[in-house]
């Protein structure tokens, strides 16, 4: 069965910095995609960015970046010049090429000091 | 863009009673929808997949007979809760995904939640 690891619970980042939040997944599949997903208190589910693991370049979407390195089975975010409304929960979420569900990690606290 | 619709955005009910939940994907058809249990600061905990015109598949240890999942449309499924308890208390969320070529890309599209309290 896939996994999927997010081992800080949380993580605290300066108004204009940059932070990474990490995530580690394991799957025996060469074909899988691999998403970030925020949820602000709202509640709200939000797509943040999406890779396809066939695609070696990292996907990239306005102040958001991953770091794909499928052999390591990694995929981390970047938010670049952090904003006060990028505080939220993120997930990291897998879906296999044959199987439609989605397994989330456990998710990982972002705070946005001022 | 993608929009799911669910309603409504908070229930209370009474103990023993029966509680609907809907889910509509707005402008696309969703071949499949998913329902998902959530705690406070926790991860979305998947109870079942349901596609259009079958039966849904539980996850286990999910009660198939308190959570009745209907997806008789390609644009609505709902969850009833029936004879709640305090315990099914909770933050329940459904998402659509759309079939087709690339939709597994696409991701999926969730709706708003359903805050339940069960008094």
């Known amino acids: 069965a896939q996994t999927v690891t997010q081992s800080q619970p949380e993580m605290s980042v300066q108004e204009a910095e940059t932070v990474t939040l990490s995530c580690t997944y394991d799957t025996s599949e060469s074909d899988y995609y691999l998403f970030w997903y925020k949820q602000p208190p709202s509640r709200q589910m939000i797509l943040v960015i999406r890779q396809e693991a066939y695609k070696q370049q990292n996907a990239t979407e306005n102040r958001f970046s991953v770091n794909f390195q499928k052999a390591a089975k990694s995929f981390s975010l970047k938010i670049s010049d952090s904003q006060l409304g990028d505080a939220a929960m993120y997930f990291c979420a897998y879906r296999g090429g044959a199987n439609s569900k989605l397994t989330f990690g456990k998710g990982i606290t972002l705070s946005v000091r001022p | 863009g993608a929009v799911v619709s669910q309603h409504p955005s908070w229930v209370i009910c009474k103990s023993g009673t029966s509680v609907k939940i809907e889910c509509r994907s707005l402008?696309?058809?969703?071949?499949?929808m998913f329902w998902y249990r959530q705690f406070p600061k926790q991860s979305l905990m998947l109870m079942a997949t349901s596609n259009e015109g079958s039966k849904a598949t539980y996850e286990q240890g999910v009660e198939k007979d308190k959570f009745l999942i209907n997806h008789a449309s390609l644009t609505l499924s709902t969850l009833t809760v029936t004879s709640a308890h305090p315990e099914d208390s909770s933050f329940y969320i459904c998402?659509?995904?759309?079939?087709?070529?690339?939709?597994?890309?696409?991701?999926?599209?969730f709706g708003s939640g359903t805050r339940l309290t069960v008094v």
């Open positions: 402008d696309f058809q969703a071949t499949t």
């Open positions: 998402s659509a995904r759309a079939g087709g070529q690339g939709a597994g890309l696409r991701g999926y599209t």
